[in-house]
């Protein structure tokens, strides 16, 4: 089965091959380990398919909280499972996550390139606040800064029925390899 769930210490070698994969400038070697040990406003999570014992991690996470509001701090879905919905179902398991700390108010920054991302957040109803120029250090790119209030609605529930689709194609994918 599909399921989201808190990132944990076991998880953290996959977790940073999922960074390296997916981000031109990875997290610094201990970050993820930080947050998840150090950091009391940090939420992890991970997407994972489990197929009897075997287990495979294709989603991380990390949110930060400030007061009511949470920054998404990274997102990523594993390059061989993206554009199947995994990402919009994650998004929708952190959105009602956060609903359920009373968090009201949605930021983050992304770059201009990067219109999978836009797309997805737009798709959530997220609206752009404003841009950040030189903001990546790689290469000089312009950040989008977006936003969106939350509040517990049955918007995420549609996304979150679509589990088991997606499950079941990408359970067949993992045999057939
Ligand atoms: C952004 C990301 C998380 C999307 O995950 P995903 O599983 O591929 O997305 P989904 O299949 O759930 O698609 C959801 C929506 O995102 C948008 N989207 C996804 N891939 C897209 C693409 N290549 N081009 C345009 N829109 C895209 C669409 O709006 C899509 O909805 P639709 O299929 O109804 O059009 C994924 O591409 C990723 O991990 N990218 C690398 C890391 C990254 O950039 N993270 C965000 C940092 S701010």
Same mark, same amino acid.
């Given at each position: 089965?599909?399921?989201f769930?808190?990132?944990?210490?076991?998880?953290?070698?996959?977790?940073?091959? !999922?960074?390296?994969?997916?981000?031109?400038?990875?997290?610094?070697? @201990?970050?993820?380990q930080?947050?998840?040990?150090?950091?009391? @406003?940090?939420?992890?999570?991970?997407?994972?398919?489990?197929?009897?014992?075997?287990?495979?991690?294709?989603?991380?996470a990390? !949110?930060? !909280?400030?007061?009511?509001?949470?920054?998404?701090?990274?997102?990523?879905?594993?390059?061989?499972?993206?554009?199947?919905?995994?990402?919009?179902?994650?998004?929708?398991?952190?959105?009602?996550?956060? !609903?359920?700390?009373?968090?009201?108010?949605?930021?983050?920054?992304?770059?201009? /390139? @990067?219109?999978?991302?836009i797309?997805?957040?737009?798709?959530?109803?997220?609206?752009?606040?404003?841009?950040?120029?030189? +903001?990546?250090?790689? @290469?000089?790119?312009?950040?989008?800064?977006?936003?969106?209030?939350?509040?517990?609605?049955e918007? +995420?529930?549609?996304?979150?029925?679509?589990?088991?689709?997606?499950?079941? /194609?990408?359970?067949?994918?993992?045999?057939?390899?």
């Amino acid at each position: 089965m599909l399921l989201f769930r808190q990132m944990e210490l076991e998880d953290l070698e996959t977790v940073k091959s !999922i960074d390296k994969l997916t981000f031109p400038n990875p997290w610094p070697e @201990n970050a993820f380990q930080y947050e998840l040990e150090k950091n009391t @406003n940090a939420r992890l999570w991970v997407g994972e398919i489990q197929d009897g014992e075997k287990s495979t991690i294709v989603a991380l996470a990390v !949110i930060w !909280i400030i007061l009511d509001e949470a920054h998404i701090g990274t997102i990523a879905i594993h390059p061989e499972f993206q554009k199947r919905g995994l990402g919009q179902q994650f998004l929708a398991y952190i959105c009602k996550q956060l !609903i359920s700390e009373k968090i009201t108010k949605i930021f983050l920054e992304v770059r201009q /390139s @990067n219109s999978a991302a836009i797309h997805l957040y737009q798709k959530f109803g997220f609206t752009i606040d404003g841009e950040r120029k030189h +903001y990546y250090r790689d @290469n000089n790119e312009t950040a989008i800064l977006m936003s969106v209030p939350i509040k517990k609605s049955e918007f +995420y529930d549609q996304f979150l029925l679509d589990y088991q689709f997606t499950y079941d /194609s990408a359970r067949k994918e993992l045999q057939e390899r």
